[in-house]
């Protein structure tokens, strides 16, 4: 089989193999990832995640299907998982397209080192949509390697007939394949229309709003979209505008359809999925097509000096001389580089869900109720997020041979730069999350817990930002980190075992003694002491640090592995 | 004045830098020179306290300079080889956050930034992103990095890379007249006329080692040669240029 393989991708012209290989290589964002990172490392341990979460999919969907007696609440069960798996495999689809932003289509560097070898434009679009097709593939795969056979094993056992898993089976993939495609292609087209209606540099801010924006909308969109699990519940006319407008129903009734299990009154949705995919995948294709053919010479073309925003260039004030510098470059490489933006955007991304999906189960609530033991604990795991998030992308240099000017301008003390990066973690992470919290809180009463539990929040906060900066000497965005190196999976476990369980506690405690003012003055006196406790160890830690810029690792000449 | 005594710098066991010794005086441009690898870079580096020395010592006015590296670095203005720079920040911005590195106050910073920027003729692009400017607009921010704070010692490594001529000639005067009021230039580059204008001596570099250190009047009387260039050849150059010219054109089969 592999020697088959092997002499299929053989006829595959040479030029198209070895840009494929490229490609492969680059298909996460040029700017997100380090040059020097381990990118096959990096997705490996992605996919670890995803057949993780496939696993604990499978696993609940048994363990609840078994466990349920009645037949119409076990359908129910079942159409609320197929609608769930089609809804994250779209979730998942939608952030590699927002990690994956613009690799397909020709960017200068590309079109700088190719244009003058003699390799066809249509030669690199297929090896870019190869390259990215591959790796969307191997999502999909692994995101359903369990559950993509549990699921469709328990529709079909559900329809009572012994094909209902044969025919269940390829409907599911079908489906699941079909969507994904469907997401990838519309984003393809929307940002194959921005390209060629605008000019260059136009379109490359524009593009990274669009990527913020989509991310944004693919979050948002899966955590507030209501869930609609009964075929009565989708037939009322009030849930309407929910199907018509969310494509995972769409995609949820071309699965019925084909497993022939659609009500007759839904079949628009079937409709819905087949026109959408039919849009998307002519829109992908054409804006492909002339966007290789049209704007890869408008790309040399463009000038590369974009002419700087006039008016106002204000330059705030945080503190002394370093503390400005410092702040100022980390609020600037936080919001101008794609790479640190799109990582930050993940754990910022959390936040907002949790305060999405608060703001809505306060707007559906009309009178205001004491503070839940599950809005305090939202608010802890959203400051958790805020601060290590922004520590870990922190982490990231954002371009180490320019690190000498740090370094020949280093005129100040250890201890200084530190604790410039304590005020940056406490401005950009802390600050921003706690005044989330603050506006969440405000329908909650009585004010005085409000006010006791945004106190905790901020000495939570305070913790977190001295616990971050245990042992980092360094400062932020300059420091040598290459993605691949960490293990995601780790990290992955151990918020859910260590983190949410700590959160959880918590807002236990605080629940508890929310109506007793001195248990919560204790509280309050305990975590203060502890956050002072960490600061001062860091303080008397940073006076003999010696403040560190790691350099670039030896570079090594990376094999093509092709034989001519 | 800035001093080397018997400097050397290994990389996994092979020297780059090998027992280098010369000064640099207030008052002159002393000119660096040698072939690509000959460990130039490396020993500007040293000198900047970027990477550290295996061997030997550097003395700034008779200290050494680990001494107080702060201090040093305080009076010391540096323009490396490459064009390095932050590009996500604009021209002004990079400035900016360098000025309050070096904690220059911030009304005197911004008057020099303005009116440095404006004699380079950046002063209309000084909100752009440096991810957009050209290699000479690059140096001339480099340069403005590097000369801001009055440095006493200035290192300039391949500091006309990317420079039109008429920025060329503006920054050729200005190492001239910097030297006149007092600074120590230290200036490496490739540009042997350059060099040979205004450098009152040079140093010599050829595999790390020194091979001279000399006025460029005496290197020419002493080795009977008209030119630097050829004096460069003669200590620098092994190969034999025109016969390497014609075997690579008889390679490709021109």
Known sequence: MHSLIQQLINRLPLDFRILCRQFLLRVIDLEALSIQADVVGFLGQFAGVLIMLSIVHATVSYVGFASISESEARQAFCLHMEHYLIATMMLVVGLFTVLSWDTTFPDRRDVMVLSPLPVAPHTILFAKVTASASVLGLAILTLNCASGVVVPFLVGVEHGTSWGFYQCLPAYWLTITAASAFLYCLVLTIQGLTALLFPRRIFLRLSAFLQLAAFGLFLGVYFLQPSLTTPAEMATAQNHWILEWSPSYWFFGLFNQMNGTLLPQLSWLAYRAWIGIGAALSGAVACLLLCYMRTMKKTIEEPDLVPGAHGLHWMPSFGDSLQTAIALFCIRSLTRSRQHRVAFAFYLAMVFAMALTWLQSELSTATPSALPTDFLMSTFIMMTFAVFGLRSVSALPISLTANWVLRTTQLRAPQQYISATRLSLLLFSVLPSWFISAALSLPFKPSRNVVAHLVLLALLGWILAEISLIGFYKVPFTCSYLPGKSNIQLVFWAFFLVCLPLAASIASIEHDVRNHPFKLANMAFLFGAVAYGLFVFNRSRARSAILYFEELPEEVITTLGLSV | ?254
């Open chain 2, 1 to 254: 004045m800035l001093e080397l005594r018997r400097v050397s710098k290994r990389f996994s066991g092979i020297a780059a830098v090998d027992d280098v010794s010369f000064s640099a005086q207030s008052g002159e441009v002393t000119g660096y020179l040698g072939p690509n690898g000959s460990g130039k870079s490396t020993t500007m580096k040293m000198i900047t306290g970027l990477i550290e020395m295996s061997a030997g010592q550097i003395l700034y006015e008779g200290k050494p300079i680990q001494e107080d590296l702060i201090a040093y670095k305080r009076r010391m203005g540096y323009v490396p080889e490459e064009p390095y720079l932050y590009t996500h920040l604009s021209g002004a911005e990079y400035l900016t956050m360098v000025a309050q590195l070096r904690n220059l106050p911030a009304r005197q910073s911004m008057g020099r930034i303005d009116g440095m920027l404006r004699l380079f003729s950046l002063f209309d692009d000084r909100h752009a992103s440096i991810s957009g400017y050209s290699k000479g607009m690059r140096q001339k921010i480099l340069l403005t990095a590097a000369l801001m704070h009055n440095p006493q010692l200035i290192l300039l490594d391949e500091p006309f890379s990317g420079l039109d001529v008429a920025s060329s000639l503006v920054l050729r005067s200005l190492i001239q007249e910097l030297a006149a009021r007092g600074k120590v230039v230290l200036f490496s580059s490739h540009e042997l006329d350059t060099v040979e204008r205004i450098c009152s001596r040079v140093v010599i570099l050829h595999h790390g080692k020194l091979v001279a250190d000399d006025s460029i009047e005496r290197l020419r009387s002493l080795m009977e040669l008209p030119t630097l260039e050829k004096i460069f050849s003669q200590l620098a150059v092994e190969q034999d240029t025109e016969l390497m010219a014609r075997q690579i054109a008889d390679l490709i089969h021109a």
